[in-house]
């Protein structure tokens, strides 16, 4: 497992340098997936500004980070009036990646869940021991070169 790097340093990648972190972890499994994970934007200083504001528009406000019931179940938390509020289902998948068609949790969402929501896909990796690499893609042709990197921590 890869020994834990400093968000520091994971701010001074480039978003083509988290693929090549990305296929050198281990994948966890879905059972292990369970908890509140807490949310860390990452990547170059760019992405961090727009996400969170991008976010919004896309019907997360306040995004916070994801709870993962251990069955494959789970759900988007933001924090509202000072409390984590659910908002958007998920489920987490083992399954081959897109990234680089190794084994990987893909989190996806419900067809039924606002656009682009059906599309995107974040898949996890295992960064530490406490922290997940997440990558973010809009599941279209050309759009799924674009990984957005971020991490969940287990809180």
Same mark, same amino acid.
């Given at each position: 497992?890869? /020994? /834990?790097? %400093?968000? @520091? $340093?994971?701010?001074?990648? /480039?978003? %083509? !340098?988290?693929?090549?972190?990305?296929? /050198?972890?281990? @994948?966890?499994?879905?059972?292990?997936?369970?908890? @509140?994970?807490?949310?860390?934007?990452?990547?170059?200083?760019?992405?961090?500004?727009?996400?969170?504001?991008?976010?919004?528009?896309?019907?997360?406000? =306040?995004?916070? =980070?994801?709870?993962?019931? =251990?069955?494959?179940?789970?759900?988007?938390?933001?924090?509202?009036?000072?409390?984590?509020? *659910?908002?958007?289902?998920?489920?987490?998948?083992?399954? +081959?990646?897109?990234?680089? =068609?190794? *084994? +990987?949790? !893909?989190?996806?969402?419900?067809?039924?869940?606002?656009? *682009?929501? *059906?599309?995107?896909?974040?898949?996890?990796?295992?960064?530490?021991?406490?922290?997940?690499?997440?990558?973010?893609?809009?599941?279209?042709?050309?759009?799924? $070169?674009?990984?957005?990197?971020?991490?969940?921590?287990?809180?």
């Amino acid at each position: 497992m890869e /020994s /834990s790097i %400093s968000i @520091t $340093r994971l701010n001074q990648m /480039s978003l %083509s !340098a988290y693929r090549l972190l990305f296929t /050198s972890l281990t @994948t966890p499994t879905v059972s292990v997936l369970s908890g @509140t994970y807490r949310a860390t934007i990452i990547g170059p200083g760019w992405l961090r500004r727009s996400a969170m504001p991008g976010l919004r528009l896309l019907g997360m406000p =306040g995004w916070w =980070g994801k709870r993962f019931d =251990g069955a494959g179940g789970g759900v988007n938390l933001i924090m509202r009036d000072g409390r984590l509020q *659910p908002i958007i289902p998920i489920r987490a998948e083992a399954r +081959a990646s897109t990234i680089d =068609g190794l *084994p +990987a949790i !893909a989190v996806v969402y419900p067809p039924t869940t606002r656009l *682009p929501w *059906p599309y995107v896909v974040d898949e996890l990796r295992q960064l530490d021991d406490k922290r997940l690499l997440g990558l973010t893609y809009v599941n279209r042709k050309a759009l799924r $070169r674009v990984l957005l990197p971020f991490l969940l921590e287990v809180s």
